[in-house]
């Protein structure tokens, strides 16, 4: 089982660091998002067992070494070519979007189906992502994240950015790299990353300010989470939907948040064929789900 969440935990990474699906939605695909989120409740939830948290451990630690390995690839070759590629990266993003829609519709048939009156949610989905995205504080201008501009103010936006961004990241639907777009740290988080690996740590406290608002939107979302899809399944489904479906906006709107801001990626600048490849990647993630099945 090590191989098998080793590659969960990759591909998990591999979508949680690029704007398009989230990790969660991953986790959805391949087929084990409430085993996921059962088991962070788990190390999370005082009323745990001994047993369910060494149990839910073992299994985050199996997926973590494969997100961690993800991530650091994806933020090295990102780095350096987002904002170059940016509208063939966002063809990329649309592809995994509208792909992985009619999947997770094929998957929760039994929460749509006959549910039709839980729209609404869908609807509500739609307009949070565009109302983010409409009102993008960062106004396009980027941040610089270096020890040399950091300020009370750009921690607090960072650490709060970071729990709504994580948050986005275990929630099938709107990917927290997405809302980093949106916000406008996307690209600056990236570098940081990149220049933090090349042993700059002039980028390494706004990289534990990060962090630490990570911990804190996993802890405060985790138990809440659990609860919704417990017993409010159906209409967090809708909700997921509408979010995806917003993102796609977010997306095409993705370069206007750059540190240079480009335009908005219009049929011009949109590329069929990395968005073929986007689809194409999320349908290999369906037949990943079948194979993993069957062991």
């Known amino acids: 089982m090590f191989i098998i969440n080793f ?21 959805f695909l391949l087929g084990f998002y409430d085993n996921f989120i059962n088991s962070l409740n788990a190390l999370v939830s005082i009323k745990s067992s001994r047993e ?3 149990k ?5 630690i199996k997926l973590g070494i494969g997100w961690v390995i993800g991530f650091l690839l994806s933020m090295i070759i ?7 590629e940016i509208y063939k990266i966002s063809s990329v993003f649309i592809g995994f979007i509208v792909l992985a829609i009619p999947i997770v519709i094929k998957e929760e048939k039994d929460s749509i189906v006959g549910k039709y009156k839980n729209i609404i949610f ?11 995205t409409y009102f993008n504080p960062s106004g396009g201008d980027g941040f610089k994240l270096s020890l040399d501009n950091l300020s009370i103010g750009l921690g607090l936006y960072v650490f709060f950015v970071g729990m709504i961004a994580i948050s986005a990241m275990v929630l ?3 990917s927290g790299s997405t809302l980093l777009l949106i916000f406008g740290l996307y690209v600056p988080i990236v570098n940081a990353i990149k220049e933090t690996l090349k042993i700059n740590l002039s980028y390494l406290p706004i990289l534990i300010i990060f962090g630490l608002g990570v911990i804190a939107g996993i802890v405060s979302v985790i138990r809440l989470l659990k609860y919704v899809l417990e017993n409010y399944r159906s209409q967090v489904i809708y909700l997921i939907l509408g979010l995806m479906i917003g993102s796609l906006y977010a997306v095409f709107m993705g370069p206007t948040t750059l540190e240079t801001p480009k335009d908005p990626m ?6 069929i064929v990395y968005f073929v490849i986007g689809g194409a990647v999320i349908f290999a993630l369906q037949q990943l789900k079948v194979f993993f099945e069957k062991k």
């Open 7 to 27: 590659i969960r935990g990759f591909f998990m990474a591999l979508a949680d660091s690029v704007p398009g699906v989230s990790g969660g939605t991953i986790a």
């Open 52 to 54: 369910e948290k060494k």
């Open 56 to 60: 839910s451990l073992i299994f985050l």
């Open 78 to 84: 990102l780095s350096s070519i987002f904002e170059k």
């Open 122 to 132: 869908t609807i509500v989905g739609i307009l949070i992502v565009a109302a983010i």
């Open 172 to 174: 099938p639907g709107i």
């Open 266 to 271: 219009s049929l011009k600048t949109f590329s």
